[in-house]
C-alpha cells in the first residue's frame, strides 16, 4: 500500500512509519515541524533496509495539515491507500490555556483531510485518538465504556470521532479506524527513534528521562491521595514499538473493509507515577529525586484498558513490558544529549527533496 502518515516525524508517526515500512508499504510523511525534526527522515532511512530492490518508498514533505492548497493538490495527484492522522496537539495542561489552538488543529484540520479525502474517494483513514474520550472508571475501559473527556484536548479527539462517524455514514464506502492509544512510552530500541518534545514534556517518562540526565532537579508528582495501591495515579503504559505495531495490523485488517472500527491499544495493566520511578531507576542505575505536589486538574485516578478486543480481531499483543520501556527510554535520553543540534527547518532532506508532479517537495527512500 502507499501512505500518507500526517504528522509523521513525530513520536507516534515515526515509529509508524518505520513499521509500515519494514511491512512492504510506502510511506510519504507529512509535518510541519512544530514538534518534531526532519532530521527524523534520515533516521527512519537508516533503520530501514529492504531487502529487495523493490522496496517500500519513504518520502517527506514539509507542511500543515490546515493548508487547504497544499492538502487538494496532495490528495488530487497521488492515490494513497489510506492516510494515518498523527497531526495534532496532544498536551492536556495546555489545551486549557488555548482550547481554541486545539480545536483548530485537532478538529478543523482533520475535518479538512477527511473532507478532501472523501471528496477524491481515498478509501481509508486511520486517526489517532486517546484514551482521554473516556470517563473516569475504577474498572478497565472497554471500546463500549462511556466517555466523558475531561479537558479540551480529550474533547477535541471525542467531537473528531463523532464527525468522522458521521461522514462514514455519509459516505458508507469509507473506512475510518479509530485507535484509542492509553499511554504510549518508551522509544525504538535502536535508541534512534524516541520523543522529543519540544519544552517541557508533557508525558511522564520524557519528564523522568530528563530528571535522570539531570537537565531537570526533581519529578513533580501530582497527587498522593488517589484511591490507588500508593495513592499515585494509575495509568496503562504501551511501548510505542507495540503501537506502531497495532496501527500496521489494523490498517491492514480494515483498509478494503468500509465501516467504522474502533480499538483501544492498550497492554491492560496499570502502573503508579511510583512504580514508573522504580522501573526507570533499575534502568538509569540511580535514585531518582521526586516531589509530591497537588492533584492535576482533569488528572483521573486510574485508567487501564481493556485490550481484549484488539486482541481477538487483530491477532494483536503488547509484548514489551514496563521495564523496556524505561531501558529504551534511557537510551533514546543518552543518545539525545550526545546528538549535535540539528536545524529543524532546513534539513538536507528538504534540500536535496525533488519537486514531483503535484508541486510538492518529495524525497525518495
Ligand atoms: N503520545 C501520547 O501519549 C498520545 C496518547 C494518545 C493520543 N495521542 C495522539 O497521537 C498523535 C501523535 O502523537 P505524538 O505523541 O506522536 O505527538 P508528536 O507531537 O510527537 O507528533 C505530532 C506531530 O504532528 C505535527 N503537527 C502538529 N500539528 C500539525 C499540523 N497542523 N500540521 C502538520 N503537522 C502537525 C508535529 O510537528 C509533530 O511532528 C496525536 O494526535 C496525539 O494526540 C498521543
Given amino acids: 500500500m502507499k501512505i500518507l502518515l500526517t504528522g509523521g516525524t513525530g513520536y507516534i508517526g515515526s515509529h509508524c512509519a518505520l513499521a509500515l515500512l519494514q511491512a512492504g508499504h510506502s510511506v510519504t510523511l507529512l509535518d510541519n515541524l512544530s514538534n518534531s ?69 485537532n478538529f478543523n484540520g482533520t475535518l479538512l483531510l477527511a473532507s478532501l479525502m472523501q471528496k477524491h474517494q481515498l478509501p481509508c483513514l486511520l486517526f489517532s485518538s486517546s484514551a482521554t474520550v473516556y470517563a473516569a472508571s475504577a474498572t478497565a475501559l472497554d471500546e463500549q465504556s462511556p466517555c466523558a ?57 520524557p519528564f523522568v528521562a530528563e530528571v535522570a540526565s539531570g537537565q531537570r532537579d526533581e519529578i513533580q508528582v501530582f497527587g498522593d491521595d488517589y484511591p490507588t495501591a500508593d495513592g499515585t495515579g494509575v495509568r496503562d503504559y504501551i511501548h510505542v514499538e507495540d503501537v506502531a505495531q ?45 516531589r509530591i505536589t497537588t492533584r492535576r486538574p482533569g488528572d483521573l485516578p486510574s485508567t487501564v484498558a481493556c485490550a481484549d478486543k484488539a486482541q481477538q480481531l487483530l491477532g ?24 549535535p543540534v540539528v536545524q529543524p527547518q532546513l534539513s538536507p532532506i528538504t534540500d536535496k527533496a525533488t519537486t514531483g508532479q503535484d508541486g510538492v517537495k518529495h524525497e525518495p527512500c
Fill in 37 to 105: 525534526d526532519a532530521a527524523v527522515v534520515s533516521r527512519i532511512r537508516q533503520l530501514y533496509q529492504p531487502q529487495s530492490a523493490e522496496a517500500a518508498e519513504l518520502s517527506f514533505i514539509q507542511g500543515d495539515i490546515r493548508d487547504e492548497v497544499l492538502l487538494e493538490r496532495l490528495l488530487s495527484t497521488q492515490r494513497y491507500d489510506a492516510v494515518m492522522h498523527f497531526a495534532g496537539l496532544k498536551a492536556v495542561g495546555e489545551s486549557w490555556l488555548q482550547p481554541a489552538d486545539y480545536y483548530q488543529h
Fill in 149 to 205: 473527556p475531561a479537558s479540551p484536548y480529550g474533547r477535541s479527539k471525542y467531537f473528531v470521532e463523532a464527525m468522522l462517524k458521521d461522514l462514514q455514514q455519509a459516505n458508507p464506502a469509507f473506512s475510518v479506524i479509530l485507535l484509542r492509544y492509553f499511554n504510549p512510552a518508551g522509544a525504538h530500541h535502536s535508541a534512534l527513534l524516541g520523543e522529543a518534545p519540544c519544552g517541557t514534556p508533557n508525558n511522564l517518562l
Fill in 246 to 290: 497495532g496501527h500496521v495490523l489494523a490498517l491492514q485488517q480494515h483498509q478494503a473493509e468500509p465501516g467504522v472500527h474502533l480499538y483501544n491499544l492498550g497492554r491492560g495493566q496499570g502502573y503508579s507515577v511510583l512504580q514508573v520511578i522504580q522501573a526507570f531507576e533499575q534502568s538509569c542505575g540511580r535514585v531518582l529525586p521526586y
Fill in 316 to 339: 494483536f499483543t503488547a509484548r514489551r513490558d514496563l521495564q523496556q520501556m524505561t531501558d529504551d527510554a534511557w537510551r533514546w535520553q543518552q543518545q539525545l544529549q550526545q546528538r
